[in-house]
């Protein structure tokens, strides 16, 4: 089996339960989700700027020459998406989509703000993690939970966990490894608007573990109210105040371990 670096290392750290994290002092609750019109921003590369031309030509009816002008924004889009982080999901192993765990917590805090709870979750950026960190996107709900794509003989696979701890390799074909549209949106940095072109995913599926401190009560007080909001009101990353990463399927469930 082979498996990317940094899955590799997380992989190794984890003391599962069954198929759940044990996390000392933490909290541990199983989030799936499905999203319509999530968007990542494509990865900027000067020397691969055929397809944005192309879009220029097309979208603004210009000539070869005036879309190759154009094209030299691409110098300040790249700044701005450094800046920016305009990223929402990236290539990660073997070419698989996944969502860094960063954009999860940002959706956190802003369910919390959109409740006007900052007052009683305070400094969320400090308290809310994932398992795993890469949550890779998919094509529907697996039937184990999922952690990372891996290579099998070749052959690019899930791997996923079971209820009694043990591993499953289940489809490749779950991996999303392909956008299913390319859009171009203004984006606002220092040198003003510019044009960034953004991959699409019509549909993605989202399982991962949502994990904070045991010592917030206030989280689990108003954890009900968070995700009610979250499923309502917010979406999965950039783009949600104009319909993108809307939220059309969530469930949720504080685990409780038994001993």
Not at 36 to 52: A, E
Not at 152 to 177: A, M, N, P, Q, R
Not at 200 to 222: D, G, H, M, Q, S
Not at 236 to 245: E, Q
Request: glycine share 8%; proline share 5%; hydrophobic share 35%.
């Amino acid at each position: 089996m082979e498996m990317g670096e940094l899955s590799q290392k997380e992989f190794k750290k984890i003391k599962w339960r069954g198929n759940v994290p044990v996390i000392p002092y933490h909290e541990v609750v199983f989030v799936k989700m499905k999203c319509n019109d999530v968007l990542g921003t494509i990865p900027p590369d000067l020397k691969q700027l055929d397809y944005v031309i192309k879009h220029y030509k097309g979208m603004y009816k210009m000539n070869d020459e005036e879309a190759e002008e154009s094209a030299d924004i691409s110098e300040e889009t790249i700044e701005v998406v450094k800046k920016g982080g305009m990223y929402i999901f990236r290539r990660g192993d073997f070419g698989c989509f996944y969502v860094p765990y960063g954009v999860i917590r940002g959706m956190i805090e802003e369910a919390i703000k959109t409740a006007e709870l900052s007052r009683t979750i305070t400094m969320p950026d400090r308290k809310f993690s994932t398992v795993p960190r890469r949550i890779y996107l998919l094509k529907d709900y697996p039937e184990h939970f999922p952690f990372c794509p891996v290579k099998v003989d070749g052959e690019l696979k899930l791997l996923t966990v079971d209820k009694d701890g043990k591993y499953h390799y289940e489809s490749g074909d779950l991996l999303i490894t392909q956008a299913d549209d390319v859009i171009p949106r203004p984006v606002r940095g220092r040198y003003g608007s510019v044009i960034n072109f953004h991959e699409k995913l019509n549909t993605a599926v989202l399982v991962f573990y949502l994990v904070y401190p045991e010592r917030c009560k206030n989280i689990t007080k108003y954890l009900d109210e968070l995700f009610e909001v979250l499923y309502h009101h917010t979406g999965l990353g950039s783009g949600r105040a104009h319909g993108y990463g809307e939220i059309i399927e969530l469930d949720y469930e504080k685990i409780v371990f038994k001993d």
